[in-house]
């Protein structure tokens, strides 16, 4: 069983950086796709950033140009590197995890989840 637990969240003024780590007790598959999510209050959960088992990254547009998805050597942590951050960026963050190619934007494409780490950004 595939479990996720993320680390990381924390309060950081605007313009900040932070970086996001997932421990990933296995991976699913041969080939698996690791994902970020974020949700904001009132709002569906998100994917902000994917990374597949060839290293292959993806990112939502509204955080191409500041955030990075990367997975360590040993393919066992997931990390979300976010810079010059807005406190649009203030949400609960996620990792997840599914058996197969990247194909899916959508949460309920993805099996695996940790229990989320709170990023709050303060103007």
Do not use: H
């Not at 990933?24 to 598959?29: G, H, K, N, Q, R």
């Not at 902000?48 to 955030?67: N, P, Q």
């Not at 990367?70 to 807005?86: E, G, H």
């Amino acid at each position: 069983q595939v479990e996720l637990v993320e680390s990381g969240g924390g309060s950081v003024q605007a313009g900040g950086s932070l970086t996001l780590s997932c421990a990933v007790s296995e991976l699913p598959d041969r080939i698996y796709c690791m994902a970020w999510f974020r949700q904001k209050p009132g709002e569906v959960r998100k994917a902000v950033a994917r990374i597949d088992s060839d290293g292959d990254t993806y990112l939502e547009d509204s955080v191409k140009d500041r955030f990075s998805i990367s997975m360590n050597a040993n393919k066992n942590t997931l990390y979300l590197r976010m810079n010059r951050l807005t406190p649009e960026d203030t949400a609960m963050y996620y990792c997840a995890a599914e058996r197969g190619w990247c194909v899916n934007w959508r949460d309920d494409g993805y099996t695996f989840w940790g229990q989320g780490t709170q990023v709050t950004v303060s103007s």
